[in-house]
């Protein structure tokens, strides 16, 4: 299979430059410099152990926040209040 594919590829920048400037700029916005530089300062490791442990906590808190709008539906809640 990959002796049947070519090895390189002519891509044109003007197709990429503005996504991948987009995501340079997010990266090392000042709210992100910070969380970039250690990123890529650290380990690999840690930092995916921090997403991790980021990404358990945001549906630890989804989870709670649905359980609490399941419950007030429940109650009587009219469901188009909670939105």
């Given at each position: 299979m990959l002796a049947s594919n070519p090895g390189a590829v002519?891509?044109?920048e003007g197709l990429l430059q503005d996504a991948i400037n987009g995501w340079l700029g997010h990266l090392f916005d000042r709210k992100n410099r910070d969380r970039t530089v250690a990123a890529l300062m650290d380990p690999q490791e840690p930092v995916i152990e921090?997403?991790?442990a980021s990404?358990?906590?945001r549906l630890t808190?989804?989870?709670a926040k649905s359980t609490r709008f399941q419950?007030?539906?429940m109650a009587?809640?009219?469901p188009a209040v909670l939105v």
């Open positions: 002519y891509l044109r921090a997403s991790r990404a358990k906590k808190d989804a989870e419950n007030a539906v009587g809640v009219d």
